[in-house]
C-alpha cells in the first residue's frame, strides 16, 4: 500500500489481563501477545467490529473503549514538489475524540508523551496527575521487571494520609456523632436563638426544642425506635422541621415524602421502607387515608402531649438518619439510607462548606 493515497490507520480495541497479580516482565508478555493477535486481524475495519458485537449504546461514552494509546514511530516523510517549497503545518483541534489519548513518538532522546483529556471529564490537575502517574509506572517497571506490578504505589505524597482519612471517617467528625446531639448542643448554647423562620414567623432553639420533644414522646409510645423509618409528609415549614427533629430524637430514620408526589409514589417508598407511622397534617391524612398498605398509621402533627417526658434514645454514627430516594434509572425509585455520621460530617464538620 506504499504507492497508495489514504488513511489506512486502524482502531484495535485491547483488553489487559491482569489476574493472578503478575510482575511486569509477565504483566508485559501478556500484553505482547494480545497486541500480536489484535494485529493478526488488523485489516478488519473497526466500524465492522463495533457492528458485530453490537453493544450497549450511550452518549456518554464510546460503546467500546475510553482510552487511546497512539504510538508514533514511522519514519517522518518529506514531500518534494519540483519548483515549490513545502513545509509541514501543524493544525491544532480543540475537540477530544475519547475520554483519554495517549501519544507516545519516537526521537532521537527516547518517547515523548502527549496526553489529551475531555475537559468535560477531568481537570488540568486531574490530568497531569495521570501523566505523571503513567510515567512513574513506567519507570518503575524498568527498574524492577520481576516485582508484582500491584506493589507499586500510584498515589503521591500526601494522598495516601488523605485517602485514609476519608476510609476511616469517623476522624473527621469530632465531638456529636448524631443530628439530635448536635441539635441539643445548640439548644444549650443559645435555646433564644432563632432556629427557622417560617412564612416569616421566627422559631427559637427552644420552641423548637419542646415541639419535636412533644412529638417524639409521642412516636415512642407508638413503639417506634432505633432500626424504624418514620413517612413525613409535610410542606415545607416548621411543622415538617419539628417532624424530622421529632424522628431523629426516638432514634428512627425518616424518609420524606413529598405531598405534590403521585400517590403510586409516595405508596411505593412505605412500602419499601417498611414504614408503619406517617407524621402529616391535615391535609395529608386526607390525601393518603386509604391509599397506604395496610397497618400504617397516620399521624397529625399538631397532636403532641403538652409536656415532654422522655429524654432522646442514643444512636450511634452508623444508625440510618434518613432514607433519601432516587428517581431511579429503570423508573423505580431505590431508597438510599444515609448514616448521622455523614450528615454531622456534612454539616458540623469544615471539609465540605463551612455552614457555621
Not at 423508573?331 to 460530617?345: C, I, N, Q
Amino acid at each position: 500500500l506504499d504507492d497508495l493515497v489514504g488513511f489506512f490507520v486502524n482502531t484495535l480495541v485491547l483488553r489487559t489481563d491482569t489476574s493472578g497479580d503478575p510482575s511486569f516482565r509477565e504483566l508485559l508478555g501478556r500484553v505482547r501477545e494480545t497486541s500480536l493477535e489484535a494485529f493478526a486481524h488488523q485489516d478488519v475495519p473497526f466500524e465492522q467490529v463495533v457492528e458485530a458485537l453490537n453493544p450497549e449504546r450511550s452518549s456518554a461514552r464510546h460503546p467500546l473503549f475510553q482510552t487511546m494509546l497512539v504510538l508514533q514511530n514511522n519514519a517522518g516523510a518529506q514531500l518534494q514538489l519540483p519548483g515549490v517549497q513545502v513545509q509541514p503545518q501543524e493544525i491544532a483541534w480543540h475537540t477530544a475524540k475519547f475520554d483519554l489519548t495517549f501519544f507516545l513518538e519516537e526521537s532521537d532522546d527516547g518517547l515523548g508523551l502527549t496526553l489529551e483529556y475531555a475537559t468535560g471529564l477531568f481537570d488540568p490537575s486531574t490530568a497531569q496527575g495521570l501523566a505523571d502517574r503513567f510515567v512513574h509506572l513506567l519507570r518503575a517497571m524498568a527498574q524492577e521487571p520481576d516485582r508484582p506490578f500491584t506493589e507499586v504505589g500510584l498515589l503521591a505524597l500526601g494522598e495516601a494520609e488523605t485517602l485514609r482519612t476519608w476510609q476511616s471517617g469517623r476522624a473527621r467528625v469530632p465531638g456529636p456523632v448524631s443530628v439530635a446531639e448536635v441539635f441539643a448542643r445548640r439548644v444549650r448554647e443559645n435555646p433564644s436563638a432563632v432556629a427557622l423562620v417560617a412564612g416569616g414567623r421566627p422559631t427559637s432553639y427552644g420552641d423548637l426544642d419542646a415541639r419535636s420533644a412533644a412529638l417524639r414522646d409521642v412516636l415512642r409510645e407508638a413503639g417506634i425506635g432505633r432500626g424504624d423509618v418514620v413517612g413525613v409528609c409535610l410542606p415545607r415549614g416548621r411543622d415538617l422541621v419539628t417532624a424530622l427533629l421529632a424522628v431523629l430524637r426516638c432514634g428512627a430514620a425518616y424518609t420524606v415524602l413529598d405531598p405534590l408526589f403521585p400517590i403510586a409514589r409516595l405508596t411505593g417508598v412505605v412500602t419499601q421502607t417498611r414504614t408503619r407511622i406517617v407524621v402529616t397534617d391535615a391535609g395529608g391524612a386526607e390525601r393518603l387515608s386509604g391509599c397506604l398498605p395496610p397497618g400504617v398509621r397516620l399521624q397529625p402533627v399538631g397532636e403532641t402531649a403538652a409536656q415532654a417526658s422522655s429524654g432522646d434514645v442514643g444512636v450511634s454514627g452508623d444508625d440510618v438518619a434518613c432514607v433519601m430516594f432516587t428517581s431511579g434509572s429503570t423508573g423505580v425509585p431505590k431508597g438510599v439510607a444515609a448514616p448521622h455520621r455523614a450528615l454531622v460530617g456534612t454539616f458540623a464538620g469544615q471539609d465540605y462548606v463551612p455552614f457555621g
